[in-house]
């Protein structure tokens, strides 16, 4: 009887356990550093992982999918192209990218500083329609402008 009970115990110890970890979200449990980043693409070793307590277990893996995409964990880091490494990935080097060779400093009041404005003052200086959707982008103050190009390489993940 004491051998029976133990493996029961041992048993729902162990679903428990993976219940447990599964309800708490694969992305928040192996990638707590991507809690609150915007929507993007998906990261599919996080999908395939919930997907996995999906299929094992069906209600903790509907939880760890709510969890993730709640807490923004699903999602891959904006710049990051899902890459298994970083010597794959594009750097500004590698991808061609050209930047500008005059940056223009534009101040806008703090009162004044809306999602709306933002859009029409960059559309006012490129001469392109820019939208900005909302929880899809970041601002920052900056304490000069030759500071943009590391804030810029910060937020899109280069080095």
């Known amino acids: 009887m004491l051998r029976l009970m133990s493996r029961r115990v041992l048993l729902l110890s162990a679903v428990s356990a993976t219940a447990a970890v599964y309800s708490a979200g694969c992305g928040t449990v192996l990638h707590p ?5 915007p929507a993007g693409d ?8 919930n997907g996995l307590g999906l299929l094992l277990f069906f209600v903790p893996g509907v939880i760890a999918f709510a ?49 709306e404005q933002i859009e029409t003052v960059v559309s006012s200086h490129t001469g392109q329609p820019v939208e900005l959707a909302p929880g899809r982008f ?14 810029h390489d910060s937020l899109a993940g280069h080095s």
């Open 33 to 37: 550093e991507r809690r609150g980043q």
């Open 42 to 49: 998906l990261d599919w070793k996080i999908v395939a992982l």
């Open 67 to 115: 969890v993730d995409f709640n807490n923004g964990t699903i999602y891959l880091p904006p710049g990051h192209y899902g890459a298994t490494g970083n010597e794959n990935r594009p750097t500004r080097e590698t991808a061609n990218i050209s930047r500008p060779t005059e940056l223009v400093e534009v101040r806008i009041p703090r009162e004044k500083l809306t999602r």
């Open 138 to 151: 970041t601002t920052s103050e900056l304490p000069s402008i030759d500071g943009f190009w590391t804030a």
